[in-house]
């Protein structure tokens, strides 16, 4: 199948007070993106966030480890929207513990139950110092019924060579989770995923946090924008932007990509800049 439909969700923060709070909000875009017929659904890095809220006395919130002991019910509620409502879901990011370490973790959840996970391999100055999130340690690609993705989130689309490997896998769409409290932050991660698009040929599907943790330190602000991001060529839009938000609005954005016009661009585009790359100076794998 050469198109599919997305959705990318601009996820509004704001504290909740129980999980059903949160279970509630996420289900509403769910159910909105089904009835636009979406295939794939985008979520935001650090979707659980909200949770941190929950019985705080403190007014700070708790610590971020604290995510970790919703992650089943994390999984079980993205997982079963996935499965009711056949569609494949990037459930944002959630700190996770692997060996004693916090990550954040990207989930892919599929519509015949399976859930897969890729670490944030690029890990900010505030996880680190914050939160004490360490960086994934490897890389993979996605199949699925409409074809290759790959799970980059945020901070990892700023390293180019990530996103040659993940090309290199055969990854033609790219779902880039994000959250970003400043225009600073948004418009690093949005000229890179341009610049990725360009570089690679592929799509790019981006969406941030908007709205704001009262009771949650360093979440307290959020800009954020989606956007489904092509490459600058005479099939696609001269903007490169298929399809984008309106800033820090609470909202989700569709959009369908046609596979198939990347393989013409990679073939006989006005550049041909995946095929011209020179893997004799440059590998895309090490």
Known sequence: MSKIRVSAVQFELKD???FEDF???????????SEYGAKFVLFPEFVTTPLLAIGDATGRGHPVGKLVDYTDAYKELFGGLAREYGMYIIGGTHVTRSGGKLRNTAFLFAPDGRIFTQDKLHITPTEREEWN????EGVAVFET????????????IEFPEIVRMVRALGADVIFCPSCTDDRHGFYRVRYCCHARAVENQVYIVTTGTVGSLRGVDFMRANYGQAAVITPNDIPFPPRGVLAEGEINADMLITADLDLS???DVRK???VTTWRDRRTDLYTDWD
């Not at 999130?133 to 994934?136: A, L, N, R």
């Open 16 to 18: 909740a007070n129980s």
């Open 23 to 33: 279970r509630d909000q996420v289900v509403h875009y769910v159910r909105n993106a």
């Open 133 to 136: 999130v360490e960086p994934g």
């Open 145 to 156: 019924e409409y074809g290759t993705i790959g799970l980059l989130t945020c901070y990892d």
């Open 261 to 263: 016009l990347l393989e």
């Open 268 to 270: 006989a585009g006005s």
